[in-house]
């Protein structure tokens, strides 16, 4: 039978442990009072902010992907203007049998492949140097008639214009083939010009279209394409059409079922989406009173949310939503996620006490075979 005094040394041994045990234990992160602890108001560097429905909506960010106005207010381009880099085919037919251009016995002469120069000029013999930029076909065929009548009888000229030059897009990424295509009446706009490279072979929930024109970048989600006939643009010569998968993540840590960095599975999502992607809360760990959302905030939306004018760009936010109260789970659905934000799914109480019992037990079994082994030495 143990001792008073090998009784008292179990107490103090099993108080310790008990110490240790409630501080000391390895857990997924803080809980919900150690990051309120830091808010502002507390004296520490994080702006705390309780999530309902009108803080939801101040939170929004207007990240909707668009093209800019030059874009979309761009009319169709006249396909058939000669550009520089175009080539031609021009045909000259002469009413004499030893013309100026026509081989003997023929009267007609053929100039293939007549290249539009960067200055937006060709060349064309007895004719000299001719303005092609900008001109129709017919309208080149003008202007080298004019220059021939000087020279030759009544010459006949025909122009035409091989597709696929100087008036052409070029489409990479995600496409069914990538190329070079040139501008014509059927695929004068975006939509057409995607099925003329073969289609977009990303999933369309998380596709994204990027044009690149003259300097500047427009992007849109591919779905904004079916559902928005206004960006269904006209292309222009130059323009530069990617096809990619959308690259914006977010971390998922905490008591849910999977903790990794996830893909945007389309191009809004809400807490719920983020929570559900991850397979939901944890429900043997949870706490869904205490979910958090941490970002770095845009100082006007910190604004709108806070009322405070003198938050500076890029201060640490923590969002907290209570999934308990009556309207939680709709305040979860109206609060969006953002790229790179952090939802934090905090550990209910109970969690830690089991993990403080579980150690408690292991250990007094350790210290009974101690206190077994110094009693029998006594």
């Known amino acids: 039978m143990a001792t008073i005094t090998t009784l008292a040394r179990r107490g103090v041994l099993l108080a310790a442990v008990m110490a240790l045990a409630a501080c000391g234990l390895p857990r997924a992160g803080p809980n919900g009072e150690e990051i309120v602890a ?26 909707a992907l668009r093209f800019p106005p030059s874009f979309i207010n761009a009319p169709v381009a006249a396909t058939d203007r000669i550009n520089p880099g175009d080539t031609l ?3 000259i037919w002469e009413n004499v049998d030893n013309g100026l251009l026509a081989n003997a016995g023929q009267r007609a002469s053929v100039l293939q492949g007549v290249q539009v120069d960067q200055r937006g000029r060709i060349f ?13 076909p017919d309208e080149l065929r003008r202007d080298i008639t004019a220059s021939l009548e000087e020279r030759t009888p009544d010459p006949q000229v025909e122009v035409r214009r091989i597709s696929g030059d100087g008036a052409s897009v070029s489409v990479i990424g995600g496409v069914g083939a990538q190329g070079v295509y040139p ?5 004068a706009r975006l939509s057409s010009m995607l099925a003329t490279a073969g289609g977009v072979q990303i999933e369309a929930d998380v596709a994204q279209v990027a044009i690149r024109r ?9 779905r904004d394409l079916f559902d928005n006939p206004a960006f269904d643009i006209a292309l222009r010569p130059g ?5 990619e998968e959308d690259r914006r993540t977010y971390t998922a840590l905490g008591a849910t079922s999977a903790q990794a960095r996830v893909r945007f599975p389309q191009g809004r999502i809400s807490v719920v989406e983020a929570l559900a992607q991850v397979g939901g809360l944890n429900s043997n760990l949870s706490n869904p ?11 006007d939306i910190a604004t709108r949310v806070t009322g405070q004018a003198d938050i500076a760009d890029g201060e640490p936010f923590a969002y907290i939503i209570d999934l308990t109260e009556p309207d939680g789970i709709f305040v979860a659905r ?9 939802l934090y799914v905090t550990e209910a109480p109970f969690v830690a006490w089991s993990r403080v019992l579980n150690a408690v037990s292991q250990t007094l079994g350790f210290t009974n075979n101690v206190t077994a082994t110094v009693d029998r030495l006594n």
């Open 124 to 136: 064309v013999p007895f004719a000299g140097s001719l303005e092609a930029r900008g001109r129709t």
């Open 239 to 243: 323009d530069q059409i990617i096809v």
């Open 214 to 222: 003259r300097g500047e970048t427009g992007r849109i989600f591919l």
């Open 334 to 342: 109206e609060f969006e996620i953002r790229d790179d934000d952090t």
């Open 89 to 91: 085919t021009i045909t």
């Open 289 to 299: 009173t205490g979910v958090f959302v941490l970002r770095r905030e845009h100082s």
């Open 183 to 187: 501008i014509l009446p059927s695929n």
């Open 38 to 63: 830091g808010a502002k108001a507390e004296g520490g560097p994080i702006n705390v902010v309780l999530v309902d429905m009108a803080i939801a909506a101040a939170s929004r960010s207007d990240t």
